[in-house]
């Protein structure tokens, strides 16, 4: 049986036992990890995924993090004291061995998935939160920006600090004003939000 995996912006055929170099993954020597992105499962009866198998992995163990051989990139202008550069790069690449394909129940195997970024699952975690409170607070909320000195970017602070309406910048104390960190709060402001509040 053989798997066509995706990861790194590349695609690769694997079996069972395979070495791999694979673009940088976020994972240490010795860690078990899991691509979910498979493109296609071939054997006796192959499947083709639509743009991947559902429940589909290939789970393999990260050999070492190595780098690639060295590129050299020479610039030279054909002029009479014209200038040369020349640059070299190693790519960073993550030696793995192909131990496992699964055909079914990738996320209920409990291992870490392949990812470039460490943090690139929280992320895509935290996003639809972010998207979830955003309506909420839209639905109370003022136009800040209708305040003297408030631009955009100070009326993103005021709604990050949880100010969001005329009535709550109003409503502020020299004490509430000394404990915003977000952005300093302009007494101006308080009293300018008392008149709008009241329409």
Same mark, same amino acid.
């Not at 790069?89 to 870490?112: F, Y």
């Given at each position: 049986?053989?798997?066509?995996?995706?990861?790194?912006?590349?695609?690769?055929?694997?079996?069972?036992?395979?070495?791999?170099?694979?673009?940088?993954?976020?994972?240490?020597?010795?860690?078990?990890?899991?691509?979910?992105?498979?493109?296609?499962?071939?054997?006796?009866?192959?499947?083709?995924?639509?743009?991947?198998?559902?429940?589909?992995?290939?789970?393999?163990?990260?050999?070492?993090q190595i780098k690639g051989?060295?590129?050299?990139?020479?610039?030279?202008?054909?002029?009479?004291?014209?200038?040369?550069?020349?640059?070299?790069?190693?790519?960073?690449?993550?030696?793995?061995?192909?131990?496992?394909?699964?055909?079914?129940?990738?996320?209920?195997?409990?291992?870490?998935?392949?990812?470039?970024? =460490?943090?690139? /699952? !929280? @992320? *895509? $975690?935290?996003?639809? #939160? %972010?998207?979830?409170?955003?309506? &909420?607070?839209? +639905?109370?909320?003022?136009?800040?920006?209708?305040?003297? =000195?408030?631009? /955009? !970017? @100070? *009326? $993103?602070?005021?709604? #990050? %600090?949880?100010?969001?309406?005329? &009535?709550?910048? +109003?409503?502020?104390?020299?004490?509430?004003?000394?404990?915003?960190?977000?952005?300093?709060?302009?007494?101006?402001?308080?009293?300018?939000?008392?008149?709008?509040?009241?329409?």
């Open positions: 049986m053989f798997a066509v995996l995706k990861t790194g912006g590349k695609q690769y055929k694997v079996q069972a036992g395979d070495i791999l170099r694979v673009e940088k993954l976020a994972a240490d020597a010795g860690e078990t990890i899991q691509f979910n992105d498979i493109l296609m499962l071939g054997g006796d009866a192959p499947v083709v995924g639509v743009p991947f198998v559902e429940g589909a992995a290939v789970q393999a163990e990260v050999v070492d051989e060295k590129l050299i990139h020479f610039v030279k202008r054909r002029r009479k004291h014209s200038s040369k550069r020349t640059k070299g790069h190693r790519q960073k690449l993550t030696l793995v061995k192909i131990t496992e394909i699964l055909a079914s129940g990738a996320d209920k195997s409990g291992v870490k998935v392949a990812t470039g970024k =460490g943090d690139a /699952p !929280a @992320a *895509a $975690k935290a996003a639809p #939160a %972010a998207k979830a409170k955003a309506p &909420a607070a839209a +639905a109370g909320s003022d136009d800040l920006t209708q305040l003297t =000195g408030v631009g /955009p !970017a @100070a *009326a $993103k602070k005021l709604e #990050a %600090a949880g100010l969001t309406s005329f &009535a709550q910048v +109003a409503a502020l104390s020299a004490d509430d004003i000394a404990a915003i960190d977000a952005i300093k709060v302009k007494p101006e402001w308080v009293e300018q939000a008392k008149d709008l509040a009241k329409g």
